[in-house]
């Protein structure tokens, strides 16, 4: 029996493109949802939490609305960030990360919150360069699976987001969301 070299690279690109588009159909079918989102400002003289809200847009869709005003001038904001997994619990999943906002948005240097960013940057007014001061808004912000280029199995997440301005610990923006992967309405 001759192998056929030809016939086994005809074979290994069906199983690529196969697997590829398998990849893709799941994205399309995918869902993920806020379900829950927390604020709390640990000192309310300095932050003060005007609005921290979903609206359900349709069953399956819901937009996040923030407005926070901050009423002092920073330059040195860090954000601790990670996303955990509810298995008994909400347990610590694969991204955590510390970042220095002034930094990032000079050279975009974190990965994981070049991915939100480019998410969210249409919905919010946290586009420029520090100092921050004033109204922060981030208003009708969604996300659809296809955006993420993050493999997410089904399942529940809290996505914790603990804000340092000045060295003092002053934000938490808890955002839960669950994300489901539709296979089998393929």
Not at 34 to 44: L, R
Not at 80 to 107: E, H, R, S
């Amino acid at each position: 029996m001759k192998f056929n070299v030809m016939g086994a690279k005809i074979i290994a690109y069906g199983l690529l493109l196969g697997l590829f588009s398998a990849y893709l159909s799941v994205y399309e079918t995918a869902q993920l949802k806020m379900t829950n989102v927390i604020c709390k400002s640990e000192n309310q003289s300095l932050i003060y939490v005007n609005e921290c809200r979903l609206r359900a847009i349709n069953r399956n869709i819901t937009i996040l609305n923030l407005n926070i005003s901050m009423l002092f001038s920073s330059s040195d904001i860090l954000l601790d960030m990670q996303i955990l997994k509810k298995a008994n619990g909400y347990k610590p999943w694969i991204v955590k990360t510390v970042v220095d906002i002034c930094k990032f948005v000079k050279k975009f240097n974190n990965p994981i919150l070049k991915v939100v960013h480019t998410i969210s940057k249409e919905y919010s007014n946290l586009n420029h360069s520090c100092p921050y001061m004033g109204y922060q808004l981030i208003k009708g912000f969604h996300v659809y699976p296809k955006q993420l280029h993050l493999p997410f199995p089904t399942g529940d997440y809290l996505l914790t987001l603990k804000w340092i301005y000045d060295k003092r610990f002053l934000l938490t923006t808890d955002v839960y969301f669950s994300f489901t992967e539709n296979i089998i309405d393929m």
